[in-house]
């Protein structure tokens, strides 16, 4: 993946949230910078059961270390060759899979919940490390990945069709089948979530899979798939490509994949429904937002600044549901501002491996470069910088060339800047003011995103109201990037196709098959 197709969203159960709270308040502690050096000095594919050579080294990309900037090591991107071999895989391996009985499925990915939170710390500094992100938040991302290996187990035995009873005693029924080999494309900001969130439904229905990673992250793909292979998963069922876009290219175009799940920006995202196009594949896309948190004068204020901290900090802002347009009734907005500003100011960034940071380093140069860029447009075509928005070079030496951006608050913003318009993808917070309810609700919807959405308001009325109006596929009331597994996760527009993290999404990798049996003699005119 480049640079503008690591777009997701930051899905926080409430669990892992009260853990990173809870975590942060501790007293400061030190995690390993780096994982084991043995990890990078085995190849990053991994196809039917180990770690494979690429078969072609001309196209290179280097895995750099967001806090520090330094190389961590350098990896072929897979050819149509490796692609080849992973798919082939895949597909040698779906007939004994998709045959194996639910609850031995269901018993798989359980284990494989249970070995990766016995190895929660393993996971957590290597996704730091190749993240950029506080190691207290990749805690939660792991957490947030085994939970829904077993949500998904959970479902597994459940896949059921239906019975329709006619006449006669003839009847119908349906039944719901595995597709076969499928392809997910994970994105930067969340990589073991990624793995965790498309692998496991996909698993639990019986299709086997070839992921790939951003080559911006692409290290605990593999850990994952190892712990998959560890936990009694039969080889080739998940396998692991690395590269950019030929090598997704190359997978999505293959005749032998069946459904395709992507998450990423819009236009890498219509990309690969083009690619789809041909053979009529399978496809779940979660694609890029730029949505709104809307804040009435009733609403509590404490809370309300709360939802807007997790609406555009976590993750360094690297969030695509991310309520980065807050919308205040004006009434609100001199004392709303005031307490915001002091929250903003205080947060602690640096070092991600130390317990009391709570905004890591932003992916990588390009990135950092492509957000700063944002608020210098914005300040050009007008904006107030509250506060934040520069570089930071943290006092550890170690993390002198980091990419680290400190927290940005802008205020003085009209509706047609490029920084309303656009998904920053960053630590940039933009305030808006409205006088009615109308008014908001027209303002917010005005965008061809449809991925998100928040209101604050004591009203439960105008709450309900507004958010039936909100052209959006995943809302909240009083709160904000909240995503406890089972909760469907999805947008509307050009924000995406289908839904993630629901009981739902086992049905996306299906398909179903009506029978009629007739139980009398055939009529017929002819």
Not at 187 to 193: D, E, T, V
Not at 436 to 450: C, I, L, Q
Not at 467 to 481: F, L
Request: a negative charge.
């Amino acid at each position: 993946m480049t640079l503008l197709t690591g777009r997701i969203f930051l899905r926080v159960t409430r669990r892992s949230y009260n853990n990173f709270q809870a975590v942060r308040l501790q007293k400061v502690a030190i995690a390993s910078s780096r994982p084991a050096s043995s990890f990078f000095q085995k190849p990053l594919n991994f196809i039917d059961g180990e770690r494979v050579a690429p078969s072609d080294t001309a196209q290179q990309f280097k895995v750099v270390q967001p806090s520090t900037g330094e190389v961590l090591c350098e990896s072929a991107s897979s050819s149509q060759e490796d692609v080849e071999l992973a798919v082939a895989s895949a597909k040698k391996a779906f007939p004994e899979w998709s045959e194996t009985p639910a609850m031995e499925r269901a018993r798989i990915l359980q284990n494989a919940a249970r070995l990766i939170r016995e190895r929660i710390e393993d996971f957590a500094t290597m996704e730091t490390t190749d993240n950029g992100k506080a190691i207290t938040e990749s805690r939660g991302d792991v957490t947030s990945a085994t939970d829904a290996l077993e949500f998904f187990a959970g479902l597994a035995p459940t896949l059921a069709g239906e019975h329709y009873q006619y006449p006669g005693g003839t009847f119908g029924y349906t039944v719901r089948e595995p597709l076969g080999v499928c392809a997910g494309i994970g994105a930067w900001n969340f990589p073991i979530q990624m793995a965790g969130w498309k692998a496991a439904p996909a698993l639990a229905a019986g299709n086997t899979m070839v992921f790939k990673p951003s080559p911006m992250t692409p290290l605990t793909a593999v850990m994952f798939a190892e712990a998959l292979l560890d936990s009694g998963l039969p080889k080739g069922v998940f396998n692991v490509v690395q590269g950019q876009g030929v090598t997704g290219g190359a997978l999505t175009s293959h005749p032998d994949v069946a459904k395709v799940t992507f998450t990423g920006s819009v236009p890498t995202g219509k990309t690969i429904m083009r690619s789809c196009v041909d053979d009529l594949k399978h496809v779940t896309l979660e694609l890029g937002g730029k949505s709104p948190l809307i804040i009435f004068a009733d609403a509590d204020l404490d809370n309300a600044i709360n939802g807007a901290m997790l609406a555009n900090f976590l993750s360094q802002g690297e969030v695509c549901s991310n309520g980065t347009k807050v919308y205040l009734e004006r009434s609100i907005k001199e004392t709303f501002v005031a307490k915001l500003l002091e929250r903003v100011r205080s947060l602690k960034i640096g070092d991600p491996f130390r317990e009391d940071t709570q905004v890591g380093a932003l992916v990588n140069q390009e990135h950092m470069e492509k957000v700063l860029g944002y608020v210098r447009g914005a300040k050009e075509q007008g904006a107030t910088i509250l506060c934040g928005g520069e570089r930071v070079i943290p006092d550890d030496a170690k993390l002198a060339n980091g990419f680290f951006v400190s927290p940005c608050v802008m205020d003085n913003l009209t509706d047609d800047m490029t920084i309303i318009v656009e998904e920053t993808f960053g630590p940039i917070l933009t305030l808006l003011t409205f006088d009615t309810e109308s008014e908001v609700t027209r303002r917010a919807n005005d965008t061809p995103f449809g991925l998100a959405g928040g209101v604050f308001t004591k009203d439960i009325q105008r709450a309900h109201r507004v958010i039936k109006n909100m052209k959006a596929g995943s809302c909240w009331i009083n709160t904000y990037n909240m995503y406890p597994v089972g909760w469907p996760f999805g947008g509307y527009k050009q924000s995406g196709l289908g839904r993630e993290n629901g009981a739902v999404t086992l049905n996306n990798f299906t398909q179903l098959k009506s029978v009629y049996v007739e139980m009398g003699d055939v009529e017929s005119p002819l």
